[in-house]
């Protein structure tokens, strides 16, 4: 499957946000990544202000430009605020879910349980992280990977208690899909409407 294989602490840094986990560069250094990030920044056009967030949307979900393309076009046929329904439809990935139920720390991680077929959907082996769940699909961890140490020592930590539009059951290591996550809901620093703007041109 194709994905960013670059270096994250450049990217966490440009962004001035963790958006691939905690990042020590952020904390190291206060000033931008590159030869010249030390010096005074050029004022940035309205056109790059809209790149930059679309490009932390990519990083942050894990998606490459053309499922992200894909996936704006599909939000803006869609009823509703097109910024907040394309949000909605990222935080709908099964990789995305997994993450933030807690089994697994991180969405690259995520990704891999899902593609290396430890995890279920609705009692269903499902390998492709970008599945799209719906309300009431269950996700949880296949019988035989309940026992591996980085699924049980990220639910030590279970933060899916944040999330109300998730419900978690830890005696069977599932999580279900309440509802469709409002904009409010959704954590992500994100400034969607800069992403409407630019494929509006």
């Known amino acids: 499957m194709a994905r960013y294989r670059g270096p994250k602490s450049k990217i966490a840094r440009k962004f001035n946000d963790p958006i691939f986990g905690p990042s020590k560069a952020l904390q190291k250094k206060a000033y931008g990544p590159g030869q010249h990030g030390r010096g005074r920044r050029k004022k940035q056009s309205e056109y790059s202000i809209q790149l930059n967030a679309k490009q932390k949307a990519k990083y942050t979900y894990g998606v ?9 076009h599909k939000a803006s046929r869609k009823s509703g605020i ?7 439809m990222l935080e709908s990935r099964l990789d995305n879910v997994v993450y933030r139920l807690g089994i697994s720390p991180t969405r690259r991680g995520a990704r891999q349980l899902v593609l290396h077929k430890h995890i279920l959907v609705n009692g269903e082996v499902v390998n492709i992280a970008s599945y799209s769940l719906k309300t009431s699909d269950v996700v949880s961890v296949r019988e035989k990977s309940k026992s591996l140490e980085v699924i049980v020592n990220s639910l030590a930590g279970n933060n899916s208690q944040k999330y109300p539009w998730l419900e978690w059951n830890n005696s069977e290591m599932s999580g279900k899909m309440v509802t469709i996550p409002s904009r409010e809901e959704i954590p992500e620093n994100i400034q969607e409407q800069l992403i409407v703007e630019l494929y509006s041109k």
């Open 82 to 88: 097109t910024g907040e329904v394309l949000l909605q």
């Open 64 to 72: 490459l430009e053309r499922q992200f393309a894909n996936l704006f």
